[in-house]
């Protein structure tokens, strides 16, 4: 399996921005349902944002309006833009893709799990 190198996260204060970026390439990437992932320590892995292969996305009701999620099927790259970062953003963040939306809450994802970025957002 592929796997995605992720990279932009950072420390930084409440109302602040990031833009993490996720690398995986591959012939059939333009084919694959994308989406960011985020887990804090003790808590399982949630699915925060999704963008499907025609481009229409989905959001974690608690970052709609603030999260972005977007891609480059030349580049073979997906990217997060977030702002108006709070504290319970706190997070490891990480990339994956699937044949489907659906897969990608459910499995087979299509890449194995990166390292992920640090996402730290103090008050």
């Known amino acids: 399996q592929r796997l995605p190198v992720e990279s932009g996260g950072g420390s930084v204060q409440a109302g602040g921005s990031l833009r993490l970026s996720c690398v995986a390439g591959g012939a059939t990437f333009r084919f694959n349902a994308m989406a960011w992932y985020r887990q804090s320590p003790g808590k399982q892995r949630d699915l925060v944002a999704s963008i499907s292969s025609d481009g229409t996305t989905n959001y974690k009701d608690s970052v709609k309006g603030r999260f972005t999620i977007s891609r480059d099927n030349a580049k073979g790259a997906v990217y997060l833009q977030m702002n108006g970062l709070k504290p319970e953003d706190t997070a490891t963040y990480y990339c994956?893709?699937?044949?489907?939306?659906?897969?990608?809450?459910?499995?087979?994802?299509?890449?194995?799990w990166g390292q992920g970025t640090q996402v730290t957002v103090s008050s």
């Open positions: 994956n893709a699937a044949s489907s939306i659906v897969r990608l809450q459910t499995g087979p994802r299509s890449w194995s």
